[in-house]
């Protein structure tokens, strides 16, 4: 009895410390540490809950590769690092769409249409033939000041270094262009995605490796311009098809309200568990409070991303993470009627039980991995948070709520009541009589 | 004993009434599909002064022109949501991208000439200025589009008048300080006038798209779990599995027709959780009837299946009311986006404890009863 007696205080120990690490994290040292739910870092908060915008681009071509896909997802991840959207995260979506999502940028308008745009700059002269393109710019800055001299305004413009191939092209052109003057022609035509931007006139050779852009910029629109022209161009440009944005106070409504919610639920859910099936039922609920421990710390520390309904799916797989110990159990209670003793009742119970438990739970598995790899956005991290779920409850009932039984029978208690069971025996047996 | 098997035609009347009512009120009126599907834009703006939905209204109505699918506004607390359509005459994604832009910036425009704008003097200028490009029929309303539509009339009235624009090759003028003054004018405002929080905007295509994928995510998902339960059980036992899941879907959807419930993007995730879920109590009662069924002697497949059923009857019950204590709470207590998603997970456990106690034992027991009955036939003969 001792035995068993230590081995359950061991195990009670040990899912109070699950529990504290999943809520407060482990610290070994600064760096090597478990991080908790309530740390800053424990939880990667979906867009939904942090706020944030979400921009959805659909290449506008037919039958885009994968190899153009990947392109356009990496130069559109040099134009968010240029426009200092560095938490921006990208993934592809579909064959033909790349998702984007801004946390924390509220006001996305400027950046949406930007960062689509093919970028695509070509200097060409009066017969609108090319002069020079994007390929020749080395480096491309916005940056801010007198764009001429004895100009008393200042203003924001783009300053383009260019490659040696592009400075002697530019050369050529510009001694060329210049000689049109007669005619009134001697002008290079700036445009991005064959919008003009600017139309200097050129009265001499130009041989330089640095050349400015000035138009109607301000900050921003100067900062996201050098971004594109610096990327590169686009094999092809991207509409936004899905434009979202959520406020960071609706988010943290929602998380507080769920987190109650979770709360209540488990407490009810542990009570339900006691009120029904007693002692097994507090068996449920210490390795219940266990399994709530390792959702944590698997959430917090696996970076999942924690969406809205993400939390309805933990929350969701709290009820059903007792589902397993409910077969037991009743597997269980049969057995104590049939006149088994606890012992090989407790045994023959999970035995029985266990198809019945994998079964059941691989179903839902499937589903849960079906909406974990195919599912998008908030589906997506509904999906991961199920399926976490479902395999650490399966686990918990079969392995803690036994081993914690086992213990109960090795400290001798046999009382049928404890077990769930009113009556004597007899009774119970003569109520299934029937049975075949 | 309760006989379940035996009164099977009152059950499996009332499911099929159901899935009856489902597919018309599908056929007949479909589903009240939110912005996330039929495509559209939903715009939700805070309004810090005195306001009526009616003037609302009005002041939208205005602002998108007559052009336009009808929109709708509704109120919560100081809160606006405005939902309107794309127009039909919109083939592009690009048309549409730029429709969208134009005409949420001049709703915006309007309810801040009526209701007062919350930043400074500057920002207000800036969207008079998106609101009046909305005329140019490429000019979308971000202040870039707005910046390169000024040089193209730069160009096209000759070059001449470019003096401001150079290319002289140059040492690039005047130590230029990256500081943007104006950039930063975002933070903190005081709560006045008509603020934009939150906007959705997404493509018709989207919807569609959205839609095909959770039928292959069904689809997919029926195929697999026919595939694991015949393979861990038998074959009339998948198909029973999977005519309950469909029923349980069936009925879930009919639910959200018939009372034309707002259908989203969530409610895919909660209809597939649904298909998984729902599921579990029918696992459970064939799993009883495999094990019943190896232990029977002389007894009638319906009579196994009645017995199984009776005998995991607590578990399913007890089962359905823990998960139904913990994702009621979280519909009692959570904001509305959470409550859209955890309604259809409610009814369809609901539908799926119907559907696994009194659909799927009686199917499987007619099934194989059937079976019997044609073997004998085939022996009389």
């Known amino acids: ?436 | 004993m309760f006989d379940i098997v035996k009164k099977k035609w009152i059950f499996l009347g009332i499911s099929i009434a159901l899935c009856a009512i489902s597919i018309i009120s599908l056929i007949v009126q479909g589903f009240n599909l939110d912005t996330d599907f039929a495509g559209g834009m939903a715009v939700t703006y805070e309004i810090n002064e005195a306001f009526t939905v009616a003037e609302v209204q009005e002041i939208v109505d205005n602002a998108l022109g007559n052009d336009q699918s009808p929109s709708s506004v509704q109120q919560s607390g100081n809160e606006v949501i405005v939902k309107f359509g794309f127009d039909n005459s919109l083939q592009t994604d690009e048309e549409r991208s730029d429709f969208s832009m134009t005409k949420i910036a001049a709703i915006t425009s309007a309810l801040q000439e009526k209701y007062g704008t919350p930043a400074p003097a500057e920002d207000a200028n800036a969207v008079d200025e998106n609101s009046e490009d909305t005329a140019a029929p490429d000019a979308s309303a971000t202040p870039e589009a707005s910046a390169s539509a000024q040089p193209d009339a730069t160009a096209s009235a000759t070059p001449e008048d470019s003096e401001a624009a150079t290319a002289e090759a140059s040492e690039a003028p005047a130590d230029a300080t990256a500081a943007s003054p104006e950039a930063s004018a975002a933070p903190e405002q005081p709560a006045t006038g008509v603020v934009l929080k939150n906007q959705d905007i997404v493509s018709p295509s989207t919807g569609q798209e959205l839609a095909r994928s959770a039928m292959w995510m069904s689809i997919l998902a029926c195929i697999a779990i026919l595939l694991y339960v015949t393979f861990r059980f038998e074959f009339t036992s998948g198909v029973v599995a999977v005519v309950a899941l469909t029923h349980d879907v069936l009925v879930l959807l009919g639910v959200y027709s018939v009372l034309q419930l707002s259908v989203d993007t969530n409610f895919i995730a909660a209809v597939l959780t649904v298909l998984g879920y729902s599921i579990n109590n029918t696992i459970v009662i064939m799993d009883r009837i495999r094990e019943n069924t190896r232990h029977a002697r002389k007894e009638t497949y319906g009579e196994i299946a009645n017995s199984s059923i009776l005998q995991t009857m607590t578990r399913s019950i007890n089962t359905t009311i823990t998960t139904l204590l913990t994702i009621g709470m979280v519909y009692i207590l959570g904001v509305p986006s959470i409550q859209v998603f955890s309604l259809p997970i409610i009814i369809g456990i609901v539908v799926g404890f119907y559907s696994s106690v009194f659909v799927s034992g009686p199917l499987w027991a007619m099934w194989r009863d059937s079976g019997v009955k044609n073997k004998k036939k085939a022996v009389a003969k």
């Open chain 1, 1 to 436: 009895m001792s035995r068993s007696l230590v081995k359950f205080a061991a195990i009670i120990l040990v899912i109070a410390a699950i529990l504290y690490v999943g809520l407060y994290g482990l610290d070994f040292t600064d760096k090597v540490r478990i991080p908790g739910v309530l740390d800053e870092d424990g939880i990667t908060q979906g867009l939904d809950l942090k706020g944030g915008t979400v921009i959805v681009y659909k290449a506008q071509t037919d039958n885009p590769t994968d190899d153009n896909m990947d392109t356009v997802v990496s130069m559109l991840r040099t134009r968010l690092d240029g426009q200092g959207y560095t938490e921006a995260t990208l993934t592809r979506q579909g064959t033909d769409k790349v998702r984007v999502e801004l946390p924390d940028v509220q006001d996305a308008q400027q950046a949406v249409e930007t960062l689509g745009a093919t970028a695509q700059l070509k200097f060409v002269d009066s017969n609108n033939e090319e002069v020079m393109n994007g390929s020749d710019v080395k480096n491309a800055t916005a940056e801010y000041g007198q764009t001429e001299q004895g100009l008393s305004s200042s203003s924001y413009y783009i300053s383009l270094e260019l490659t040696d191939e592009g400075r002697d092209k530019f050369a050529t052109a510009t001694q060329r262009i210049a000689g049109q003057s007669a005619d009134n022609t001697n002008y290079i035509a700036i445009l991005m995605d064959d919008q003009p931007l600017s139309v200097p006139r050129v009265s001499e050779k130009i041989d330089s490796n640095s050349c400015i852009i000035t138009g109607n910029f301000d900050a921003e629109s100067a900062k996201a311009l050098a971004a594109n022209i610096k990327s590169g161009q686009l094999p092809f440009s991207l509409e936004q098809v899905e434009v979202r944005t959520v406020s960071a106070t609706l988010g943290d409504e929602a998380m507080k309200n769920a987190v109650t919610a979770g709360i209540i639920g488990l407490i009810l859910v542990m009570l339900f568990m006691l009120l029904f099936y007693r002692l097994l039922g507090l068996m449920a609920d210490i390795a219940l409070v266990g399994y709530v421990g390792i959702v944590l710390i698997i959430i917090s520390n696996l970076h999942v991303n924690l969406t809205l309904p993400g939390i309805a799916g933990i929350i969701l797989s709290i009820g059903m993470a007792v589902d397993a110990n409910v077969v037991i159990f009743e597997r269980i209670k049969e057995e104590l009627k049939l006149g088994k003793t606890v012992r090989s009742a407790v045994d023959a119970g999970f035995n029985r039980a266990l198809s019945a438990v994998i079964d059941s739970n691989v179903t839902t598995i499937i589903s849960a991995v079906i909406l974990w790899l195919l599912g998008t956005g908030t589906i997506k991290g509904f999906g991961i948070t199920l399926l976490i779920g479902i395999v650490v409850s399966m686990l918990s009932a079969i392995f803690v709520t036994k081993f914690l039984l086992k213990q109960m029978i090795g400290m001798n208690v046999k009382q049928l009541w404890l077990y769930g069971i009113n009556g004597t025996r007899q009774e119970v047996g003569s109520l299934k009589g029937g049975k075949a």
